[in-house]
């Protein structure tokens, strides 16, 4: 197995081990992406436009284009364009909210729903073979780490914020 520091040609190894641990995080996130990306691709989706309709095929209700958006950790303005082109594409289609005309909830044309049901087999076999090195124990041990650091970061976050905050008072 090769390290992180051996794959990408570092003259020095990591003398920061938490540094090393974010930058495989990292790493191995963008390998996975770029390892989808043909398969979207050849279906004429980008990575964020399937994980659009992937989220709508499996919603459990009506859902807002505001709570897609948070869904997917996206900005307001990325969901809206990403929505913008799967619209155009007849993928996605918008529905007012009855008594509310700022907000739309959002759900899948039968287009849309035959498209991504014909690319989550294709999908989920990559995501399978990407994943074949872990048992099913590791697999939630992984989740489990990664859920850890996912809290910690995001009460660092908020921390930031508010020191933020206080030094523009």
Not at 4 to 32: K, Q
Not at 43 to 53: D, I, K
Not at 78 to 104: A, C, H, Q
Not at 144 to 161: C, Q, S
Request: some cysteine; overall charge neutral; charged content about 30%.
């Amino acid at each position: 197995m090769k390290s992180l520091a051996t794959e990408l040609s570092l003259d020095f190894p990591f003398s920061d081990l938490r540094h090393e641990t974010l930058l495989n995080i990292v790493h191995t996130g963008n390998l996975l992406a770029s390892a989808g990306a043909p398969l979207f691709r050849q279906f004429g989706l980008t990575e964020a436009q399937f994980n659009v309709l992937f989220a709508l095929l499996h919603k459990g209700r009506e859902i807002t284009q505001t709570e897609l958006g948070k869904r997917l950790v996206v900005t307001r303005a990325t969901i809206t364009s990403v929505l913008d082109k799967l619209e155009e594409k007849g993928l996605v289609e918008r529905r007012d909210v009855p008594g509310n005309r700022r907000i739309y909830h959002v759900g899948l044309t039968s287009a849309g729903r035959a498209l991504v049901e014909k690319v989550e087999p294709q999908y989920r076999e990559g995501v399978h073979r990407a994943m074949a090195d872990l048992s099913d124990e590791e697999c939630r041990d992984l989740i489990a780490r990664l859920e850890r650091v996912r809290m910690t970061t995001a009460a660092v976050k908020h921390d930031l914020a508010e020191s933020l905050e206080a030094v523009k008072s």
